[in-house]
């Protein structure tokens, strides 16, 4: 199986030529060093989650699409082999579990986060609606200003669309995400 920098290296390179994109063009639009796209695209780099998020934006392509295995056969990824992407501001990653498939519109993610530095992202493309289902310990969750504290089997609901939290309130917290595109 692929590892994930070649992944996102392949990926990243196929995103930007196809966009007709220099590596400074696209370092400039998504607010990055070039030295970091170039590592990237070379596979040496070590991204953070914030990093892919704006590299994505800047080619108007969801997250996943920088990360996806694209395997056309049964997926089975055990939790001691989960390859995740860190944060560079906060004691959480996000491991892509499905990417959305052509025609629909939707990523799964295991997230795993820790007590510290809340998860503060920016609002993704219009229309994005997220789902989050609490699997372990405590973690306030949802819109930047009026976050929803849950516990272990709760869902929640919120627009991805605007600015929104992941802040775990305990040690060993952990959720699914599904990001809905519309």
């Known amino acids: 199986m692929e590892d994930l920098g070649t992944r996102i290296a392949r990926t990243l390179r196929r995103e930007r030529e196809a966009r007709g994109l220099s590596v400074s063009e696209l370092a400039r639009q998504a607010g990055v060093s070039k030295a970091t796209v170039s590592?990237?695209?070379?596979?040496?780099?070590?991204?953070?989650?914030?990093?892919?998020?704006?590299?994505?934006v800047a080619l108007d392509v969801p997250f996943a699409v920088l990360v996806d295995q694209q395997a056309n056969a049964p997926t089975l990824i055990r939790a001691d082999d989960l390859a995740g992407v860190p944060s560079a501001a906060a004691a959480?990653?996000?491991?892509?579990?499905?990417?959305?498939?052509p025609g629909a519109r939707r990523d799964v993610y295991l997230i795993q986060a820790e007590p510290g530095e809340p998860r503060r992202s920016d609002p993704h493309h219009a229309g994005t609606t997220e789902h989050v289902i609490?699997?372990?310990?405590?973690?306030?969750?949802g819109p930047a200003n009026d976050g929803v504290l849950l516990n272990p089997g709760d869902y929640l609901s919120y627009p991805g669309d605007t600015p929104h939290v992941f802040e775990a309130t305990t040690p060993g917290t952990s959720a699914v995400l599904i990001s809905e595109l519309r």
């Open 92 to 101: 959480y990653s996000a491991t892509l579990l499905s990417a959305s498939p």
């Open 39 to 56: 590592q990237l695209e070379n596979g040496s780099g070590n991204p953070s989650v914030e990093t892919l998020w704006a590299l994505g």
């Open 134 to 141: 609490l699997i372990s310990g405590q973690a306030r969750i």
